[in-house]
């Protein structure tokens, strides 16, 4: 939670303030952090070894798994939610990119659905871990696709300039890009304003790590196992991630149905 607190607000004043290409212009950041995403997603799945109770690698997989996750997330998402918004000035246009998010994002929630059903709710792990990596494939291709071939208005070649003459002023020195990042990344973490963001982010990161991810663990302890049928709880624990989204489908075409 720590690690989640910080890193949003970081990688968010790197992307915008950096000049090196990958992190500067937000298909690249996508296109290359797209399979570095795909397999963070799948570290959490697959153990490092058959654990013992108390096992000391069990829990440092987790904590690789979540931080992993979390920064991959962090890059990739900052960079196609600012791509995003940056597509188009036209405000038509924007809110046809919204509806079109929105049933996309309706249609993966869906996943949640439908690996409770296909793994028994995790019940059979083999089968999960199939899920899992087909997902991690098809959300790969999808955003390799997105960085290949989406543009952003302020993508431009004045970018690649400045990179070049980066490199041109410490004479082939890779040591330009390594020092920006540093003294970037300490002026973030002395801000003041920084620090109060993140203490505020830290404990909006707990309240939703417990409220959604630890939802199956509270079910299986607070409802008795023969109370429900398998496939009722995985349409519960689907319905935990499809519901906001139609939810905010549905708010979306009203407030745009208001202003047109």
């Known amino acids: 939670m720590v690690w989640n607190a910080i890193n949003d607000p970081l990688f968010g004043y790197l992307q915008d303030n950096s000049?090196?290409?990958?992190?500067?212009?937000?298909?690249?950041?996508?296109?290359?952090?797209?399979?570095?995403?795909?397999?963070?997603?799948?570290i959490a799945w697959?153990?490092?070894?058959?654990?013992?109770p108390d096992d000391w690698l069990?829990?440092?997989h987790l904590t690789v798994a979540l931080c992993a996750f979390d920064a991959l997330l962090t890059f990739v998402l900052l960079a196609q939610c600012a791509l995003f918004a940056e597509i188009s000035s036209h405000h038509q246009n924007r809110?046809?990119?919204?509806?079109?998010?929105?049933v996309a994002s309706l249609i993966g929630s869906s996943s949640v659905l439908f690996c409770g059903m296909v793994s028994t709710n995790m019940e059979n792990f083999k089968a999960f871990q199939a899920?899992?990596?087909?997902?991690?494939?098809i959300s790969c291709i999808c955003m390799m696709y997105t960085g290949m071939y989406s543009e952003s208005r302020f993508d431009s070649k004045i970018i690649e300039s400045d990179v070049q003459g980066?490199?041109?002023q410490v004479a082939g020195k890779t040591a330009c890009s390594i020092f920006m990042l540093k003294s970037l990344t300490w002026q973030i973490l002395t801000n003041k304003d920084f620090q109060l963001f993140v203490m505020m982010n830290f404990f909006q990161v707990f309240m939703l790590a417990f409220f959604n991810n630890f939802t199956m663990i509270f079910t299986e302890h607070?409802?008795?196992?023969?109370?429900?049928?398998?496939?009722?709880?995985?349409?519960?624990y689907g319905a935990g991630f499809i519901l906001p989204q139609v939810n905010s489908l549905s708010c979306f075409n009203l407030f745009n149905k208001r202003i047109n």
């Open 58 to 60: 069990n829990g440092l």
């Open 19 to 42: 000049r090196v290409p990958c992190c500067s212009q937000r298909r690249l950041s996508i296109l290359y952090g797209a399979p570095l995403y795909s397999l963070a997603f799948l």
């Open 222 to 236: 607070l409802i008795p196992p023969h109370a429900l049928p398998s496939l009722a709880k995985s349409f519960m």
């Open 166 to 168: 980066c490199a041109n």
């Open 131 to 137: 899920f899992t990596v087909l997902i991690a494939v």
């Open 46 to 52: 697959f153990p490092w070894r058959a654990y013992s």
């Open 95 to 102: 809110l046809r990119l919204i509806k079109y998010s929105q």
